[in-house]
């Protein structure tokens, strides 16, 4: 088992592209080797140790490591890329694309996440104790599949165009999502547990649970009569017709 | 300039006949000279691989690029050929670099020249676009460009082959290639893109165009015929109607048969016809499809008025774009891809489609093996000109992926192992065993295009040629492609030196130096069409303008500044 401490030093004002903040990265390495490492902050290359004091405990291999961000970091970007194995736990605040890319191992976000959390990723588990922004769980600009796998959980509210484009996996969040979530999806699960806009659009197919109130509804969908799952009674929609999809759309009655 | 000598060569130049001889290469001022003095530089080539400057003759490198780049920022960080492909941040000589089948126009510079071509050729591009392409040709450095202009659904060009004015025709194409400081005829699915704006198309060459008393045949021979009639340096330049769809085989072979009339006005062919590999599919549907390969190199075997290039199709991601309109909606459509769409006004249409081949899916892996078959089948190399449409088959830095299939059976073989078995019945490639030798790929990489375009300092070494030379760290005497097909492709993609009107450009693989390429352009308005000609086609032109166009008259022509390096080519006129 490793511990690596990272606990904050100062507040960028500009935001610091930390890619390299992962298990897989920080395996084996001393605190001044993690400290060595160049990140970016704008077009300035610093080290980690500029940003952070970094304190190890112990030696391990990726699925070992765990990461502790303590404090709050809410202009450091892309914590857990690619990440494969391990756990980062956040005591505050993330910036943008947080767990991109991820295929293994947990993150947990202790205040709020910016967006594209969990932008395409593969595998894992994420999970936001705060709010969410835009595209949480989302895809990279131009591309056409986002999310594919893993388990992405927001315990508050998210804005728009949760779970764009998703291929795969699941979002639960706890909170109200405000519009579009689900749009352009392929497949996956989404849930939200409170009020949302216009779900499901242009959903080709995938399935989304809406536990609180749709509070408008898009009118390409095809009402299907009620149906009852995991002992909750929802409506049943199919659709987006507007792109001959065959998504299914859950809501609460 | 100074002077330089090129020793210890493999030498291929198959247009003056050297065959891989230990030939030395002199350059003078940016030409290939007979001899040099004794002061200077040699460049020793180590016994390695010698070429003219690879010629790519149907490339989409400006214009309607600029779209698919808006479109697919996903594509800028693809990287699946490190040093060719992806990301690249500034040097102290080169610019950044980002991007794979839309990559920004100093990579495009950069890349190419790697690669080791030095010439390329726009392959569709309206006279209303024009002008943006040529800031865009501005900005890729090194390379020698030049630009087909898009004559197939034109209106004036169907207006007078409708009155059967074939001397306006004339003035027209002469006009329309000054105008937009263009080079050749291009013409695409003739006669579809204009009956796209109706959301309609054509299905063959013997189709109404609507709103016009015209067909895709008469499209063809009008401006075959004019084509000649100006001399121009190239043959009209065609994308044959029903592009991609299966059963288009007849469409191809009734467009080869039907040019079979027109009379070449030089020694060249009366028609270059592109992507041939999206053009020769037998069956009725994707269910039935299946290479009709054999059929059109039999047919290109037994006749000498034209040529073709492959359209060869690269794994991976590719971007699709065309001025074949309806051809992009129906890729959309089909693949659920997202889609961008164009309506010239009188000019053309045009379409954008990002889609991605996979060896798994039976349909892209008969069209992959429909390349490699049509320039296998095809006994002529001279007939053939390498490409991949880049990058609708696929991005121009797979060119030696393409170069080392046709080489090397064996590496055909391995590929094929991996296709699905739906696909074997339908391609006769697993049973054809040539392999191209050092001099036939010359001739498909730098010395066929540059005849089949008209580009006589271009594709060779001989004295008076431009000094554009590529030379790959292989050594040929030495190395059995069929094999060692991996050293050989590294090789090819990186070249060891190439030389640009005589200055070292690339370095192992490294660009050296950043000139400024040439645009070629022709004239044949100026001295090629009379006075009374001229003021009657202006007269009628200001007329349309007003009608039709949104852009003034006075505002369409693209000017001198756009072209600051221009080559004015003017056709000898009868």
Same mark, same amino acid.
């Given at each position: 088992?490793?511990?690596?401490?990272?606990?904050?030093?100062?507040?960028?004002?500009?935001?610091?592209?930390?890619?390299?903040?992962?298990?897989?990265?920080?395996?084996?390495?001393?605190?001044?080797?993690?400290?060595?490492?160049?990140?970016?902050?704008?077009?300035?290359?610093?080290?980690?140790?500029?940003?952070?004091?970094?304190?190890?405990?112990?030696?391990?291999?990726?699925?070992?490591?765990?990461?502790?961000?303590?404090?709050?970091?809410?202009?450091?970007?892309?914590?857990?890329?690619?990440?494969?194995?391990?756990?980062?736990?956040?005591?505050?605040?993330?910036?943008?694309?947080?767990?991109?890319?991820?295929?293994?191992?947990?993150?947990?976000?202790?205040?709020?996440?910016?967006?594209?959390?969990?932008?395409?990723?593969?595998?894992?588990?994420?999970?936001?104790?705060?709010?969410?922004?835009?595209?949480?769980?989302? *895809?990279?600009?131009?591309?056409?599949?986002?999310?594919?796998?893993?388990?992405?959980?927001?315990?508050?509210?998210?804005?728009?165009?949760?779970?764009?484009?998703?291929?795969?996996?699941?979002?639960?969040?706890?909170?109200?999502?405000?519009?579009?979530?689900?749009?352009?999806?392929?497949?996956?699960?989404?849930?939200?547990?409170?009020?949302?806009?216009?779900?499901?659009?242009?959903?080709?197919?995938?399935?989304?649970?809406?536990?609180?109130?749709?509070?408008?509804?898009?009118?390409?969908?095809?009402?299907?009569?009620?149906?009852?799952?995991? *002992?909750?009674?929802?409506?049943?929609?199919?659709?987006?017709?507007?792109?001959?999809?065959?998504?299914?759309?859950?809501?609460?009655? | 300039?100074?002077?330089?000598?090129?020793?210890?060569?493999?030498?291929?130049?198959?247009?003056?006949?050297?065959?891989?001889?230990?030939?030395?290469?002199?350059?003078?001022?940016?030409?290939?000279?007979?001899?040099?003095?004794?002061?200077?530089?040699?460049?020793?080539?180590?016994?390695?691989?010698?070429?003219?400057?690879?010629?790519?003759?149907?490339?989409?490198?400006?214009?309607?690029?600029?779209?698919?780049?808006?479109?697919?920022?996903?594509?800028?960080?693809?990287?699946?050929?490190?040093?060719?492909?992806?990301?690249?941040?500034?040097?102290?000589?080169?610019?950044?670099?980002?991007?794979?089948?839309?990559?920004?126009?100093?990579?495009?510079?950069?890349?190419?020249?790697?690669?080791?071509?030095?010439?390329?050729?726009?392959?569709?591009?309206?006279?209303?676009?024009?002008?943006?392409?040529?800031?865009?040709?501005?900005?890729?450095?090194?390379?020698?460009?030049?630009?087909?202009?898009?004559?197939?659904?034109?209106?004036?060009?169907?207006?007078?082959?409708?009155?059967?004015?074939?001397?306006?025709?004339?003035?027209?194409?002469?006009?329309?290639?000054?105008?937009?400081?263009?080079?050749?005829?291009?013409?695409?699915?003739?006669?579809?893109?204009?009956?796209?704006?109706?959301?309609?198309?054509?299905?063959?060459?013997?189709?109404?165009?609507?709103?016009?008393?015209?067909?895709?045949?008469?499209?063809?021979?009008?401006?075959?015929?004019?084509?000649?009639?100006?001399?121009?340096?190239?043959?009209?330049?065609?994308?044959?109607?029903?592009?991609?769809?299966?059963?288009?085989?007849?469409?191809?072979?009734?467009?080869?048969?039907?040019?079979?009339?027109?009379?070449?006005?030089?020694?060249?062919?009366?028609?270059?016809?592109?992507?041939?590999?999206?053009?020769?599919?037998?069956?009725?549907?994707?269910?039935?499809?299946?290479?009709?390969?054999?059929?059109?190199?039999?047919?290109?075997?037994?006749?000498?008025?034209?040529?073709?290039?492959?359209?060869?199709?690269?794994?991976?991601?590719?971007?699709?774009?065309?001025?074949?309109?309806?051809?992009?909606?129906?890729?959309?459509?089909?693949?659920?891809?997202?889609?961008?769409?164009?309506?010239?006004?009188?000019?053309?249409?045009?379409?954008?489609?990002?889609?991605?081949?996979?060896?798994?899916?039976?349909?892209?892996?008969?069209?992959?093996?429909?390349?490699?078959?049509?320039?296998?089948?095809?006994?002529?190399?001279?007939?053939?000109?390498?490409?991949?449409?880049?990058?609708?088959?696929?991005?121009?830095?797979?060119?030696?992926?393409?170069?080392?299939?046709?080489?090397?059976?064996?590496?055909?073989?391995?590929?094929?192992?991996?296709?699905?078995?739906?696909?074997?019945?339908?391609?006769?490639?697993?049973?054809?065993?040539?392999?191209?030798?050092?001099?036939?790929?010359?001739?498909?990489?730098?010395?066929?295009?540059?005849?089949?375009?008209?580009?006589?300092?271009?594709?060779?070494?001989?004295?008076?040629?431009?000094?554009?030379?590529?030379?790959?760290?292989?050594?040929?005497?030495?190395?059995?492609?069929?094999?060692?097909?991996?050293?050989?492709?590294?090789?090819?993609?990186?070249?060891?030196?190439?030389?640009?009107?005589?200055?070292?450009?690339?370095?192992?693989?490294?660009?050296?130096?950043?000139?400024?390429?040439?645009?070629?352009?022709?004239?044949?308005?100026?001295?090629?069409?009379?006075?009374?000609?001229?003021?009657?086609?202006?007269?009628?032109?200001?007329?349309?303008?007003?009608?039709?166009?949104?852009?003034?008259?006075?505002?369409?022509?693209?000017?001198?500044?756009?072209?600051?390096?221009?080559?004015?080519?003017?056709?000898?006129?009868?």
């Amino acid at each position: 088992m490793q511990t690596v401490t990272l606990t904050p030093k100062r507040s960028p004002v500009i935001s610091i592209e930390a890619e390299m903040i992962t298990p897989d990265v920080f395996a084996g390495k001393s605190d001044a080797e993690i400290g060595a490492i160049p990140a970016w902050e704008g077009n300035e290359e610093i080290t980690l140790a500029d940003v952070f004091d970094v304190a190890v405990d112990g030696s391990a291999d990726a699925a070992g490591t765990k990461i502790i961000i303590d404090g709050n970091v809410p202009r450091v970007k892309r914590i857990g890329e690619a990440m494969t194995a391990g756990e980062i736990v956040v005591k505050g605040d993330v910036d943008m694309r947080c767990g991109a890319l991820m295929s293994g191992g947990s993150i947990t976000v202790e205040g709020n996440a910016d967006s594209w959390v969990g932008r395409e990723m593969t595998g894992g588990e994420i999970l936001v104790k705060g709010n969410a922004t835009y595209y949480a769980g989302g *895809g990279y600009r131009g591309e056409t599949c986002g999310m594919r796998g893993g388990k992405l959980t927001i315990e508050g509210d998210v804005l728009d165009y949760l779970g764009e484009h998703m291929c795969g996996g699941e979002i639960l969040v706890k909170g109200n999502a405000r519009l579009l979530p689900g749009v352009l999806n392929w497949s996956g699960t989404i849930t939200i547990e409170g009020d949302t806009t216009l779900p499901g659009g242009e959903m080709k197919s995938g399935t989304i649970f809406v536990k609180g109130k749709v509070l408008e509804m898009l009118p390409s969908y095809k009402d299907e009569g009620t149906e009852e799952v995991d *002992g909750v009674t929802y409506r049943k929609y199919t659709g987006d017709l507007s792109r001959n999809g065959e998504g299914v759309l859950y809501v609460s009655v | 300039m100074a002077e330089m000598i090129i020793k210890n060569g493999v030498v291929y130049d198959p247009k003056n006949s050297v065959d891989g001889e230990k030939n030395e290469i002199c350059i003078k001022d940016g030409k290939i000279v007979d001899n040099v003095g004794a002061g200077a530089k040699v460049l020793d080539a180590e016994g390695c691989l010698v070429m003219p400057g690879g010629v790519d003759g149907h490339t989409h490198c400006a214009g309607k690029i600029n779209t698919a780049r808006i479109m697919s920022p996903h594509d800028m960080r693809y990287s699946p050929i490190p040093g060719l492909s992806g990301p690249e941040p500034r040097t102290k000589l080169l610019r950044p670099q980002v991007g794979y089948n839309t990559p920004n126009t100093h990579a495009i510079g950069y890349r190419y020249s790697k690669l080791g071509y030095t010439t390329i050729a726009e392959a569709a591009i309206t006279p209303m676009m024009a002008r943006h392409m040529h800031e865009e040709f501005e900005s890729i450095p090194i390379l020698d460009k030049l630009a087909l202009v898009l004559m197939g659904s034109n209106w004036q060009v169907m207006q007078y082959i409708q009155d059967g004015d074939s001397e306006m025709l004339k003035s027209y194409m002469a006009w329309a290639l000054l105008a937009s400081r263009g080079y050749g005829v291009k013409i695409v699915n003739p006669g579809g893109g204009s009956n796209w704006t109706w959301g309609k198309n054509v299905t063959g060459i013997d189709d109404k165009v609507i709103d016009f008393d015209v067909t895709p045949a008469d499209i063809l021979i009008g401006l075959a015929e004019a084509n000649e009639a100006l001399n121009l340096p190239h043959s009209i330049h065609v994308h044959c109607n029903n592009l991609g769809v299966p059963g288009n085989l007849p469409t191809t072979l009734d467009t080869m048969k039907l040019l079979e009339r027109v009379k070449a006005s030089q020694d060249r062919q009366v028609m270059h016809l592109t992507h041939m590999q999206f053009h020769s599919y037998t069956g009725t549907s994707w269910m039935d499809f299946a290479s009709g390969s054999d059929q059109i190199a039999d047919y290109i075997n037994k006749h000498d008025h034209l040529t073709f290039d492959m359209g060869q199709m690269i794994f991976g991601p590719a971007m699709t774009m065309t001025a074949d309109g309806p051809t992009e909606y129906r890729n959309a459509r089909m693949f659920d891809a997202k889609w961008s769409n164009y309506d010239q006004e009188l000019e053309d249409a045009g379409g954008i489609v990002p889609l991605a081949y996979t060896p798994q899916h039976f349909a892209h892996a008969t069209m992959w093996s429909i390349g490699l078959e049509l320039a296998l089948l095809v006994k002529d190399p001279w007939k053939v000109m390498f490409t991949t449409d880049n990058p609708n088959g696929g991005a121009f830095v797979n060119y030696p992926e393409g170069q080392v299939l046709l080489m090397s059976d064996k590496k055909r073989q391995e590929v094929i192992a991996g296709f699905p078995d739906m696909t074997m019945d339908r391609i006769s490639l697993p049973n054809i065993d040539r392999e191209l030798d050092w001099g036939e790929m010359t001739v498909m990489t730098r010395s066929m295009p540059a005849k089949m375009l008209g580009l006589e300092e271009k594709g060779h070494l001989g004295a008076g040629a431009d000094a554009d030379v590529a030379i790959y760290d292989v050594k040929p005497d030495k190395v059995d492609v069929s094999v060692e097909h991996e050293a050989v492709k590294k090789a090819l993609g990186f070249a060891k030196y190439t030389i640009k009107g005589g200055e070292i450009v690339v370095r192992d693989g490294d660009i050296t130096a950043l000139p400024k390429g040439k645009v070629y352009w022709v004239n044949a308005y100026e001295n090629g069409i009379v006075q009374t000609e001229k003021d009657r086609l202006i007269t009628d032109l200001e007329e349309r303008f007003k009608k039709y166009y949104s852009m003034q008259f006075s505002n369409y022509m693209v000017e001198d500044a756009y072209v600051p390096r221009p080559v004015e080519v003017r056709p000898e006129v009868a």
